[in-house]
């Protein structure tokens, strides 16, 4: 939605209001101007609001620069007003995005002979008004669909001009992938996607042969090692027994005998 001097204005697709991007305002010139993405197909209508301006006003509708017909606003408040679409007596044509064909990039961000093409304006008026008159048929090529019997005989609101526009805002409608592209529309955020968990490989045949015959040798080495421990234990026990034999009576009984003579 954008705004200016109590007045705001907005673009909806599908019933849902566009977002508008790079809006400039142009104080000097009462003009207020924006891009929207197009959507090839959709509907869209144009909506506007007077917030507080204490006087009526109207909002006429151009497309590509032809005028569309608009609508009245009796004075202040919450009520908008929203343009669908041209309107005859027995249909309403609304309006659709169409295929925009641009022939190079200077003609998408400078002004050049076609500069109205891929705009949507509102320019918004100081009216007076004086009563009501039979709704006016408008020719237009866009699709058409029915309206209920009671419109038939619609009648629109007699009013004239008292001054310039109070403000004009410019849509200014390319696809989507055109305003991203000239850095008007910012691209979308890209998803950080998390490394995959590396799966521990598969052990190779080589591998495990390998490791079996490492194995093989520290089981060898670890049997040896537990056989010299053991050789040394029983060498220690033997000593041992042989420290706590007592002593014989024979040399007893000999050194006796020498001790005599």
Known sequence: MVNYGGISCWVEIENSAAPEYHIETFDDHKLVTCWIASEVG????????????????????????????????????PMRA??????????????????????????????????????????????????????????????????????????????????????????????????RANGVMPSPPQLKIKPALELPLEPHSDDEQSDAEEIRILREKLDALEAKRAKKSKKARVKEEEENIPPSAGPSRKKAKLNGN
């Open 82 to 179: 929203t343009h669908e679409g041209v309107t005859d007596t027995r249909t309403v044509k609304s309006f659709v995005f169409s295929p925009l064909t641009v022939t190079d990039d200077d003609d998408f961000l400078q002004d050049s002979p076609n500069r109205k093409l891929g705009c949507i304006e509102v320019a918004i008026y100081p009216i007076q008004i004086f009563g009501f008159v039979p709704a006016v048929s408008n020719s237009s090529t866009l699709s058409e669909i029915k309206i209920h019997e009671r419109s038939k005989k619609s009648n629109a609101v007699a009013h004239r001009f008292t001054g310039p526009p109070l403000v004009t805002f410019v849509f200014k409608y390319r696809p989507l992938d055109t305003l």
């Open 42 to 77: 959709k509907k869209f209508s144009v909506s506007w609001r007077n917030s507080f301006l204490p006087a009526p006003t109207a909002g006429h509708v151009f497309m590509d620069g032809i005028e569309c017909g608009g609508r009245v606003i009796w004075g202040p408040g």
